[in-house]
């Protein structure tokens, strides 16, 4: 069964605080993404990445960073996290291969922060 | 660009009532479709996708969803709801043509009450 495991479910940390969201993969896959979910807005893209060591910003990069050392492990970070990045953060891959790449998204559970 | 617009935040329903969640798209090339669920504190799930080919496209738990060019339109529809049917469903649009990146419409939370 394929799956993408995020490390953290439900996560709380302080004003100003360095935060670590990890998630792996184990479909092999090249692409990998970092979501937040908030109420009424959907998904909006944070990061991506299309290879190792690779990362491309989507459209609300900023306040955040990305890791991508190996292929199965996407990390998002928070250098100094603030209240208004209070959120649920879902990590999702996908294949690369022309054949394969439709646009489908593989999920993760989702990782709940808030930021007091 | 493209774009996805949910036309429903919240669809209240009866349990055993049949529901439309609505959902169109602007592009100005070939498209794929998708709907996807997410169930309370969890992540998203493929619900179902149009790719090619028929137009009718069938999916997991009885959801069957219709792409419509014309209209630019991809709504889904059950025709028999029940309760753990309540949840939050995303519309997404992708480009044809191998370019992977997913557009999300806001969502529609769907609760069905007995």
């Known amino acids: 069964d394929v799956k993408v495991t995020q490390s953290s479910r439900y996560l709380v940390k302080r004003t100003g605080e360095k935060v670590f969201l990890e998630c792996v993969q184990d479909?092999?896959?090249?692409?990998m993404f970092w979501y937040r979910q908030d109420p009424g807005l959907g998904l909006r893209l944070i990061y991506f990445?299309?290879?190792?060591?690779?990362?491309e910003k989507g459209d609300i990069p900023e306040g955040y960073s990305v890791s991508r050392e190996k292929k199965e492990r996407f990390s998002l970070i928070l250098e100094s996290a603030s209240t208004n990045q209070t959120s649920m953060y879902l990590c999702a891959s996908s294949p690369s291969d022309r054949g394969a790449n439709t646009g489908e998204l593989f999920f993760g559970e989702g990782s709940r922060l808030t930021v007091l | 660009a493209q774009s996805v617009t949910q036309l429903d935040s919240q669809v209240p329903v009866f349990e055993e009532a049949p529901v439309e969640l609505r959902c169109n798209y602007s592009s100005s090339v070939s498209v794929y479709l998708f709907w996807y669920v997410q169930y309370p504190n969890q992540g998203l799930q493929l619900l179902l996708k149009?790719?090619?080919?028929?137009?009718l496209v069938k999916g997991i738990n009885g959801f069957e969803a219709e792409f419509n060019k014309s209209q630019t339109s991809f709504h889904l529809r059950k025709p028999s709801v029940h309760i753990s049917d309540t949840a939050e469903y995303f519309c997404a649009v992708s480009l044809s043509g191998g370019y992977n990146k997913l557009i999300f419409g806001a969502g529609t939370r769907l609760a069905v009450h007995p």
């Open positions: 479909m092999d896959h090249e692409n």
């Open positions: 149009y790719l090619s080919g028929s137009t």
């Open positions: 990445s299309y290879d190792v060591k690779m990362k």
